[in-house]
């Protein structure tokens, strides 16, 4: 079988290497003629643990290319996924232009039937969108080519997306009639251990369902923040909330651990696009939209924590950050919690260390020399009047903390992922917060 994915992004890239991991014969497609070149050249432009071995054995292999060009492969493929990017527009919409101009490149050269995939993130409605491009540049071209259009929303989660794509907990796929569902059915099956975890539904439903379940899982973020805020004002501790909460099978233990906001390419953008949706639709998501403001105080909380350990007196002063990345795993910092706190920092005359495994080559690319960029995470300590855990890398879980003791100038511990221990850290002489 052989398909198109159109972006090699982290959802085209991944998702057509694994195709192509199980036979599958994929070309990913990307205008981006360096990104390309770099591509066949072995060169992976995002951080996926195991992704860079993977491409290269399939590219060996002879199943995964690459081109510029989906024109040279439409003849060929039986499926063409759109990976592209919808960025939010100033009003929190999803902008289509890339979706719909794959769409329209598509119907300008297809000459036989194949099944036009929507794999972004997209609103209700788009497929019905990208079926009148198609069928306006096959009228415009006087073919009549037959063609299907199908929602297959992605579910990875970034630093194990190869492992979600693999094994997935469920693969959802929209279609309207049985000559798509048996396409997607056979490009699927190598991955069906069992058959009842593939969910066909109506096509609109599948567009939903990925706004849906993203906006669920944030809000349980901002909950569990929201909880951690007043179980410290209350003298409550979170983590034995959380687990109180969490042994009710209802509830469940997952997505209950309080921080300093989420970020990252999904979470924020599809909650504002579903509010937006809904406001088209003269409909507000009050839930949704408490839960965008929760987040962006949330993203304040160490910062706030820091100003009042020193009463205020923070100018002048050192601060280290352990972490860039909006999570573990990636080097993503689309909307992570430490831009934030850098701004802040920054605007506050604080000078800035910072450290992250991966991400300091996106931090430089992102705020360039506002902060200094350390060799390590002993490196970003010295001379620091406070250290402040952002990312909760594995390596961060157990400092030697006689060595900060040594590096550090004043002993402020600020945890955004509460992963110390009070108690240790009050035996080593460290003034220590966390949430909640």
Not at 84 to 103: F, I, R
Request: glycine content about 8%; some cysteine; aromatic content about 8%.
């Amino acid at each position: 079988m052989k398909i198109a994915i159109v972006g090699t992004g982290y959802v085209g890239l991944v998702s057509g290497t694994c195709f192509s991991e199980m036979g599958v014969d994929v070309t990913c497609v990307d205008i981006d003629r360096d990104k390309v070149e770099r591509l066949k050249e072995g060169v992976i432009p995002i951080y996926e643990p195991g992704l860079e071995d993977m491409v290269h054995r399939n590219v060996l292999a002879g199943r995964l290319h690459f081109t510029t060009d989906l024109r040279e492969v439409l003849d060929d493929v039986e499926v063409v996924f759109s990976a592209v990017g919808t960025p939010p527009d100033e009003d929190g919409a999803a902008d289509l232009k890339y979706v719909l101009e794959v769409a329209r490149t598509v119907g300008c050269y297809m000459n036989k039937y194949l099944v036009m995939v929507t794999k972004s993130t997209v609103p209700v409605g788009t497929a019905v969108k990208v079926k009148e491009v198609i069928r306006e540049e096959l009228d415009r071209r006087g073919v009549n080519i037959e063609f299907d259009v199908a929602s297959n929303p992605e579910f990875l989660k970034e630093g194990a997306a190869i492992d979600d794509f693999m094994r997935p907990d469920r693969v959802v796929v929209g279609v309207d009639n049985d000559r798509a569902r048996e396409i997607m059915t056979r490009l699927y099956r190598p991955f069906m251990l069992t058959n009842d975890r593939m969910l066909f539904t109506d096509i609109p439903s599948a567009e939903m369902i990925k706004y849906a379940a993203n906006s669920m899982l944030a809000t349980g973020i901002s909950f569990m923040n929201d909880i951690a805020n007043l179980c410290e004002l209350v003298g409550a501790d979170v983590n034995m909330v959380r687990k109180g909460i969490g042994s009710d099978t209802r509830i469940g233990a997952k997505f209950l651990y309080p921080g300093c906001g989420y970020g990252g390419s999904c979470f924020p953008k599809d909650v504002k696009a579903l509010i937006r949706t809904a406001d088209q639709n003269g409909y507000s998501m009050r839930v949704l939209k408490a839960v965008e403001e929760v987040n962006e105080q949330q993203k304040t909380v160490l910062f706030n924590k820091f100003l009042k350990h020193f009463n205020g007196d923070v100018k002048g002063r050192t601060v280290a950050l352990w972490g860039l990345s909006f999570k573990p795993e990636t080097d993503d910092m689309r909307e992570a919690p430490a831009l934030v706190l850098i701004n802040l920092l920054v605007d506050a005359g604080v000078s800035v260390r910072v450290y992250d495994p991966i991400a300091m080559d996106e931090c430089k690319r992102r705020v360039g020399d506002k902060v200094v960029y350390c060799k390590d995470m002993y490196d970003a300590v010295v001379d620091a009047d406070a250290l402040m855990l952002v990312t909760e890398w594995k390596e961060f879980r157990m400092p030697s903390w006689s060595v900060l003791k040594k590096a550090m100038r004043e002993y402020a511990v600020i945890d955004g992922r509460n992963i110390y221990d009070r108690k240790e850290l009050k035996e080593n002489g460290f003034d220590y917060y966390k949430i909640g």
